[in-house]
């Protein structure tokens, strides 16, 4: 893991050498070289952790007992009999999610303990500390006693994290799983500026996960604006921009922010909103979690939930076959008309894929497009998405006779509880997985040949991409309270949110390195295809070219101002995340300035 981060700084620092350039040393405070570490020099005592525990009333974890430990000879909770049941955990999210320093993806930890007897264990690639929050006041606390001793921090909620900001070693930790009360404000809510905000409305601690937030808003009539996994939580999926299936219609999570708490760099509790401090109320919905402060609570807009009609569909040929790329071609590019008619959804394009209909008179196995397709609100649903569908099925049948297929089926659910139910993101975690992301603008739509090519070359090493229709008309009108946010201005100009895949090798550089650059291969079509888009930081790469263009695109100057006025210390810091071009993580793990 050591020498892919190196890689990485080493692509990040020629991203943001351009930023760095325009930004002088002498505009950024300038302390010690390094943040202290366990074992160097400066590294806080025994007798100013227990000060820290006491002040946390006890909360504060030196972590001993090793999540994976139970598979090794030698670990305080080694315990043979249990090491498969650990094993089988370590794929679901809740298993991460319940532990204060588990994390979903192994890369981040340096594949420190995992739950195999064949594999090392040591505490080396964990935090060194861990607060268990449960108040604003447990943050402040450690946010102050990071900064005062020059301690790195870093911030766990869910450890559901694509590019391992949640985790660190060596790092005082705040865990803030316990931040997750949830209140419904009916009909108005007063912010802590005074003004009244008229509407619905929920607040709800940063660690408050999907599950726990449409369950408890389902009772009112009401949902919001969330992620497609149940243990997703709020803090993270919101201040990167948070798409949904009902973005199309109402934005990003982001956009619906009204009002948030928030721990800043100089340890201030504070209420951040259009009225109060505005300029970190922009950057934090969007400019990306562990950056700008810690935000302990949000107050969000809520929307009626819907009745949805959603088409599980199939638009197929067979592996291999010479029409596949048109035929993903086709389809594809039909995708704006498919959303200018009310159409959302969660597809994936497939090289290879079990007929999910054995028996139906189809090959055993398939390629194309499938997934699901959804309509909000419309009481002739059936109708609508069967006119909006038919051109797909004709066009399909005439061009590829016997060659390629369509099939749809609806599904009517009363409520997005109802639908999200039965079709939330299942997907294992607790692997070595690598993601790598792009945003299709209007443009990409253009030429169906090009696209066809792209997409299929977009499959990548594990043969499937993601192709989500979460962006639109919703997304690109958004009006966010105060009129703009930190929201990747990409996504604005977006329909489709693309997503593959490739995976490390524990402990085998080369492996590794050749399997990123297989992917960079693969995705370099879908770049080309897309000159003027960029990409998702929450889905993104670790190794994304141009980085603070691309995830943040003509807002990344502001968000640099922002961090520099907020946090001139660089209490947080993240990679890759904005103003993160002043530090460098060594391969110990310690982070020093560059």
């Known amino acids: 893991m050591a020498s892919i981060s190196n890689a990485a ?46 002040t946390v009333n006890g909360q504060l974890i030196k972590p001993t007992v090793l999540p994976g430990g139970v598979c090794h000879k030698g670990q305080p909770n080694y315990d043979e009999s249990q090491c498969a049941n650990v094993a089988k955990e370590w794929t679901t999210s ?24 064949k594999m090392p264990c040591s505490p080396s690639g964990y935090p060194a500390y861990v607060i268990k929050v449960t108040s604003s006041a447990d943050v402040k606390a450690g946010v102050d006693f990071a900064r005062n001793n020059n301690v790195r921090l870093n911030i766990k909620s869910s450890g559901h994290d694509f590019l391992g900001r ?4 060596g790092t005082l930790s705040l865990w803030t799983h316990h931040l997750s009360s949830i209140e419904y404000h009916a009909g108005q809510f007063k912010l802590a500026s005074g003004r009244v905000f008229q509407g619905n409305a929920v607040t709800f601690g940063s660690a408050a996960i999907m599950w726990d937030i449409y369950t408890a808003l389902d009772k ?26 009902l973005s199309p219609r109402y934005g990003m999570a982001a956009d619906q922010v009204i009002e948030m708490e928030v721990v800043s760099a100089d340890g201030k509790i504070q209420k951040v909103n259009q009225d109060q401090n505005p300029d970190l109320f922009w950057a934090l919905r969007g400019g990306g979690g562990s950056t ?19 088409a599980s569909f199939l638009a197929f040929t067979v592996p291999g076959s010479p029409i596949l790329a048109d035929l993903l071609g086709y389809v594809g590019s039909q995708t704006p008309t498919l959303m200018d008619g009310g159409i959302s959804g969660y597809d994936i394009v497939n090289r290879n894929f079990s007929n999910p209909a054995p028996g139906s008179g189809l090959p055993d196995y398939l390629a194309g497009f499938q997934g ?45 509880l109802d639908f999200f139910s039965v079709n939330f993101d299942d997907e294992a ?3 070595n997985k690598y993601l790598i992301s792009r945003l299709l603008d209007k443009a990409a739509f253009d030429d169906p040949k090009a696209l066809g090519e792209a997409l299929l070359s977009g499959t990548g090493p594990g043969g499937f991409s993601t192709f989500f229709l979460v962006g639109g008309k919703g997304v690109q009108e958004a009006k966010p309270v105060g009129g703009s946010n930190a929201v990747n201005s990409h996504w ?3 329909f489709v949110h693309t997503i593959t895949a490739t995976m490390g090798v524990p402990f085998d550089k080369a492996a590794t390195e050749n399997n990123l650059k297989v992917l960079e291969d693969a995705w370099a079509p879908v770049r080309k295809l897309t000159p003027s888009s960029g990409a998702y930081i929450n889905e993104g790469s670790n190794f994304e070219p141009n980085f603070h263009e691309s995830f943040w695109g003509a807002n990344y100057p502001r968000l640099a101002q922002i961090k520099r006025k907020v946090d001139p210390l660089d209490v947080f810091w993240c990679s890759p995340c904005v103003g993160n071009e002043h530090w460098r993580q060594l391969e110990s793990g310690q982070l020093c300035r560059v």
Not at 166 to 169: C, E, F, L
Request: glycine share 12%.
């Open 9 to 54: 700084l080493l692509l990040l620092a020629a991203a943001g050498s351009s930023q760095a350039a325009a930004t002088p040393d002498h505009h950024w405070h300038r302390g010690p070289s390094c943040k202290a570490y366990p074992g160097a020099q400066g590294w806080p005592s025994t007798e100013a952790w227990s000060g820290l525990n006491k």
């Open 220 to 245: 009112y009539g009401q949902t919001v604006v969330g992620g497609g996994s149940k243990t997703v939580s709020a803090g993270g999926y919101i201040t990167g921009g948070g798409h949904s299936i």
């Open 429 to 431: 975690v607790g692997d």
């Open 94 to 117: 809740e298993f991460h999610l319940a532990d204060p320093i588990s994390v979903m993806s192994n890369e981040f930890t340096n594949y420190t303990c995992l739950p195999d007897p």
């Open 292 to 310: 700008f402060g810690v935000v302990t609570s949000f107050t969000v807009k809520t929307v009626p939930t819907p009745k949805m009609t959603v």
């Open 166 to 169: 949640s985790t660190a070693p």
């Open 492 to 494: 604005r100009t977006a």
């Open 372 to 416: 699901r397709l959804a309509l909000l609100d419309d009481p002739n649903g059936n109708d609508t998405m069967a006119k909006l569908l038919k051109p797909l099925n004709d066009t399909i049948n005439q061009r590829w006779p016997g060659q390629a297929g369509f099939f749809y089926s609806n599904a009517e659910y009363k409520s997005f």
